[in-house]
């Protein structure tokens, strides 16, 4: 079933009718383009922080049995989106993970809808080439299995660039880092989306920040 948009939100408590985000659970989400890093940077943040890493494509092999280029070959893309949306349906109420999603899990409304609710988003890019030089190592990826494999990226980066942007907290350019300094970029920026989140949840916190009504 489905988690419903009410479920992530809630009245606010000054009683003004207007609805506010429920706090994320203590995950990252890695969202972004083919070959921008999201299963390497996912298993150093895991080993780094002690979180479960949950990479979509390996859960979603290991449920079928047969690699992802088999998946589309056999059942269609329109198949494997849907096994995207339920994998992401089965981490709700989790926590202590990292999940590092597959390029193309923002094509699907539903699937924007829930990413924000499983933990702190992050976007990371790069530049086209880089991800050209990057796709076309291996044959893994069968949406750029193309005639014109970088008019393929373009295309697709055009449709989705918008996308990540929509469901991300924060968008990381790594060309110029190295996987430990995104990594740890991630892990600070995430440090301070979870304090400032606890401080907000907490009306005592609100008041001492200046929030209160009274002075
Ligand atoms: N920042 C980076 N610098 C150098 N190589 C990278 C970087 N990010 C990813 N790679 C390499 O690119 C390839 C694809 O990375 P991967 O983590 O599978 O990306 P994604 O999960 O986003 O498709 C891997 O060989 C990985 O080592
Ligand atoms: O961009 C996409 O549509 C896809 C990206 C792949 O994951 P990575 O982003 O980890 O390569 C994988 O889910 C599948 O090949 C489809
Ligand atoms: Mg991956």
């Not at 083919?34 to 494509?57: E, H, P, Y």
Request: contains cysteine.
């Amino acid at each position: 079933m489905p988690p419903s948009t009410d479920d992530s939100t809630a009245s606010a408590p000054d009683g003004s009718g207007d609805t506010v985000a429920s706090p994320r659970p203590l995950n990252i989400v890695l969202v972004g383009f083919m070959a921008t890093g999201k299963t390497t940077i996912g298993r150093i943040l895991s080993k780094k922080l002690g979180f479960q890493f949950v990479d979509c494509d390996h859960e979603i092999e290991k449920q079928q049995g047969m690699k992802i280029t088999e998946i589309f070959k056999t059942q269609g893309e329109e198949a494997f989106r849907q096994m995207e949306t339920d994998f992401l349906q089965s981490l709700a109420s989790q926590s202590k993970l990292i999940i590092s999603t597959g390029g193309g899990v923002v094509g699907r409304q539903p699937n924007r809808e829930i990413l924000p609710t499983l933990g702190y988003v992050v976007w990371l890019h790069t530049k086209k080439q880089v991800i050209f030089d990057r796709v076309m190592s291996n044959s893994n990826r069968p949406l750029v299995q193309t005639e014109d494999p970088m008019g393929t990226i373009k295309a697709l980066l055009k449709v989705r660039k918008p996308l990540y942007k929509e469901v991300a907290d924060i968008q990381i350019k790594t060309h110029k880092l190295t996987f430990d300094e995104t990594a740890e970029g991630i892990i600070d920026t995430a440090c301070y989306f979870f304090s400032k989140q606890q401080a907000e949840c907490n009306p005592i916190c609100e008041v001492s920040q200046g929030g209160g009504k009274g002075e």
